[in-house]
């Protein structure tokens, strides 16, 4: 696995040399001050402009290839050291409670007795369940169950046969909904429906078709309003969305290293500045580990089925239709305002994959809702080193009032 990755391995070693690039193909209009910066960097573009104009063009372009030759090197230097990297994780697996298809539904038991309702969490499509539970000492699930939770996790996996024509509504009204059943026969009291990023999306329109059977609903990073927030960034996902016809045909469901590329495009230097940092740690070092441990599960992702890939790139980040009342699953409406349930939201404050106007979209919806804003990104909410302070031990004590 590591040997692709960062997945799509081709295109970050392009980004990281087309920096550069672009930056010599710029130096002439910068050098003349006529370089269309943003207004917040206006200031320092024209003294920018003062500096460059005096120095000489030949030693100027050297120095930008120089620079660009020094970043590529550190970049495929972490790459190196990552794919070398001794660590490999060997948590013990959890019990599976059930199974469908290649659905299973993961029990990770209390500890001691029971300190509130089961929270049962639904991931994204797009990523693997181990996010909340990746190693010993960034375990969301493990660390709830220390406490006396009982933790329930949805692993999706790659579609298989039986779920290679799913869309949305057989994983909500179908598969989710019959997860729930199996759940229920197995809990003393109702459970909190939780869910991470697009897997609090689809959490939500299960709520709004059995919320009498949860005890509230917790959403973590969640999307609501798909163009909120993104800056043009919709543009580029509604283009993906005509694409994507052809993509499906051509593959029978979304590639993970589409969709891998796709969200690249959100910061295609994000690779880049990550595995250049990495390159100067101590591979022994904590940091270095963690890093390790969470890139091999951003690169351990799955495919969409065709049909789910389909629906959510046209009518969510397409057509926005849950922030527009529009969505329906199995002809039910999501109206999360029609959910009488005590509600935790947690809105990050850095976060680049679900901007805090999107996934706060909700909250006037939902009135009973407790809000967190962690301050940290989309994944460093979850496993960073503040993850504990600033958002599993909020989530714990919500969990244990509604006891």
Same mark, same amino acid.
């Given at each position: ?51 460059? /104009? ?22 495929? +230097? ?6 070398? $990297? ?5 948590? /013990?697996?959890?019990?599976? &409670? ?33 996010? &909340? ?7 969301? +699930? ?18 298989? /046969? ?12 179908? =598969?989710?909904? =019959? @997860? ?21 999306? @689809? ?5 709004? =078709? ?100 389909? +629906? ?24 999360? /305002?029609? &959910? ?9 404050? $850095? ?53």
């Amino acid at each position: 696995m590591r040997a692709l990755a960062p997945r799509p391995l081709a295109l970050h070693m392009a980004a990281a040399s087309a920096n550069g690039l672009s930056a010599l193909a710029a130096l002439p209009a910068a050098r003349a001050g006529l370089m269309p910066w943003a207004p917040a960097l206006a200031g320092e573009g024209e003294a920018l402009a003062g500096v460059l /104009a005096e120095a000489p063009a030949d030693a100027l372009a050297a120095a930008v290839v120089r620079a660009t030759q020094d970043r590529l090197a550190r970049f495929m +230097a972490g790459v190196a050291a990552y794919h070398a $990297h001794p660590y490999r994780r060997t948590l /013990a697996p959890p019990a599976v &409670l059930w199974q469908e298809g290649t659905t299973r539904l993961l029990d990770y038991p209390p500890e001691g007795p029971a300190a509130g309702p089961a929270l049962l969490i639904v991931p994204s499509l797009i990523n693997r369940y181990y996010v &909340l539970d990746l190693m010993a000492e960034a375990s969301l +699930a493990r660390w709830l169950a220390a406490a006396g939770h009982r933790v329930l996790i949805v692993d999706w996996d790659a579609p298989g /046969a039986a779920e290679r024509d799913f869309g949305i509504d057989d994983y909500v009204a179908g =598969r989710l909904a =019959r @997860l729930l059943d199996a759940a229920l026969r197995h809990l003393a009291r109702p459970p909190v429906l939780a869910g991470y990023c697009l897997g609090g999306t @689809l959490a939500t329109a299960l709520a709004c =078709r059995r919320g009498g059977e949860i005890s509230g609903l917790a959403l973590l990073a969640a999307p609501w309003d798909f163009h909120a927030g993104r800056a043009g960034a919709d543009t580029l996902f509604t283009t993906m969305a005509g694409a994507v016809p052809g993509l499906l045909a051509a593959f029978g469901e979304l590639p993970v290293d589409i969709l891998q590329a796709l969200f690249a495009a959100l910061d295609p230097d994000l690779a880049g500045r990550k595995f250049r940092r990495f390159a100067a740690l101590d591979p022994a070092s904590p940091q270095a580990q963690r890093f390790v441990a969470l890139e091999d599960w951003l690169n351990d992702g799955v495919p969409v089925a065709a049909p789910a890939a389909h +629906a959510c790139l046209a009518d969510w980040y397409g057509a926005n239709l849950p922030a527009q009342g529009a969505w329906r699953v199995a002809g039910t409406p999501v109206d999360p /305002a029609t &959910l009488d349930l005590p509600a935790f939201v947690a809105v990050p404050a $850095h976060d680049r994959i679900v901007p805090p106007t999107s996934a706060a979209a909700i909250l006037p919806a939902l009135p009973r809702a407790q809000v967190v804003r962690p301050r940290a990104g989309h994944i460093g909410m979850m496993v960073g080193s503040r993850a504990e302070t600033e958002l599993w031990s909020p989530l714990r004590a919500w969990l244990e009032a509604l006891a």
